[in-house]
């Protein structure tokens, strides 16, 4: 039995879409969340669909074994390659991340956008069913962050690796005369001090985290899932490596980290 005082699921291919839980957490503070940092398998963007999708079946699983009553697909690259595929196997309802180019499209001047994401993420018929639908007067600057995922797994985040490779992607989709930039990907996030100082302060750098939470926000509503009380929720993380560098990205020191294999 699904109860209102279960708790929200979340996985990542890794410490990334904590950048959605904290916003989840923020929007719902008295909910409970099970976050699974699947960092062992980091990246899942070079991975073909069928290991993404089996990927996130084995997440799926753990989270369903702890009794989560709704998951959150943080991650921009297990969404657009496995959520169909979850939706279609398991009852409760998955709440998916996609690259927020939509919104991009209605607020950009030059009509040109850059995307930094994955190239599982990329390469998805997802994404290019959504880049489809959008007006075609707009130009759309893909970009593959490739490295970029290993190194804030790594704890590199302020790293000059990091600094060089972020040049590398972002120089192109300026001199394109892009106006906005979305972050494609979950881990992305936590780079936004070091991609403002490249980019400048005219380029919008637009990333989805609070519009996910929004999403979880109505879903639960909708299924009259939303926990009863207003107490805080608890916070566990479970990691199935090394937690230095989670722990660094964390400030929210009610979230437990605990290691496991899963
Ligand atoms: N956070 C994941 C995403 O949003 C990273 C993907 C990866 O592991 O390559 O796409």
Redesign the pocket.
Known sequence: MISNNNPIGFF???V??TSILKEVITLLPSENTIYLSDSKN?????KSKDEIIALCVKNTEFLLAKKCKIIVV??????TNAIDFLREKYAIPFIG?EPAIKPAALVTKTKIIGIL??K??LNSSLFEKTSNSISKDITIKETIGKGL?ELIEAGKLNSEEINQLLLQYLNPMIESDIDSLVL?????PYLIPQIRKIVGSKIKIIDSGEAVARQTKAILEKNGLIKKDSKNGSHIIYINKDKTALKNLITNKSINVIEKDF
Request: aromatic residues 8%; charged residues 5%; negative net charge.
């Open positions: 990542d291919s890794g990334g879409g980091a990246p899942y963007g070079q943080a991650c921009n690259t297990a969404t991340i994401a994955t599982g993420t995922v494609g990907c979950t881990h992305y």
